[in-house]
């Protein structure tokens, strides 16, 4: 039995007749058996040929994803908890800034600043970074603004920072909480 591939269709020319015979036309191109097989192998030999090599090329891109997520993976993997320890961090500064109002003399003043820069030490160790905002022009990809006010600085220069921002690696962990300046009084 001669198989017909799908998208081929008969021609008029080549449908069989009630009595099973095909009608016979002096203008119909007449095709030889040997022909019409070997052109349809040969086009799906192609087709399948270029969606072996899709798929293999689809393969070989998501394995590189994959191992390119791992990678992040391991090397974001302690985010979470230094996003954690930065904010007792903050608590920690704040209860320090209180106890420099008491006593800048005293021995557990001195001993907490010595445990805060080791915290900051240890931060740094693990790559986090402190982003340094007072002073510098306002950028929203690491700035977060929760006021203005007018000041001596000009119009977009951080004033003052609330809460320090924090880096880690490459990627912004945590922005700044600024205020900006609005220009000078008027």
């Known amino acids: 039995m001669k198989k017909v591939p799908v998208n081929e269709q008969p021609r008029e020319s080549e449908k069989t007749t009630s009595l099973g015979s095909t009608p016979s036309s002096a203008t119909a191109p007449q095709r030889s058996e040997s022909e019409d097989p070997m052109t349809g192998l040969q086009a799906d030999l192609d087709r399948f040929r270029d969606l072996a090599l899709r798929s293999q090329a689809d393969f070989e891109n998501y394995k590189k994803r994959c191992a390119r997520e791992k990678e992040d993976a391991v090397k974001y993997a302690n985010s979470s908890l230094l996003e954690r320890l ?81 880096r880690f690696k490459d990627r912004l962990l945590r922005p700044s909480s600024v205020v900006v300046s609005s220009g000078p009084a008027s």
């Open 86 to 166: 930065v904010a007792i961090v903050d608590n920690f500064e704040l209860g320090l800034e209180a106890a420099r109002d008491e006593s800048e003399q005293s021995p557990i003043y001195s001993g907490m600043t010595l445990v805060l820069k080791q915290l900051r030490d240890f931060l740094a160790e693990n790559g986090l970074q402190a982003i340094e905002a007072e002073g510098k022009k306002f950028d929203p990809n690491l700035h977060e603004a929760i006021a203005h006010e007018p000041s001596r600085f000009s119009e977009g220069t951080v004033v003052r920072q609330t809460r320090r921002g924090y």
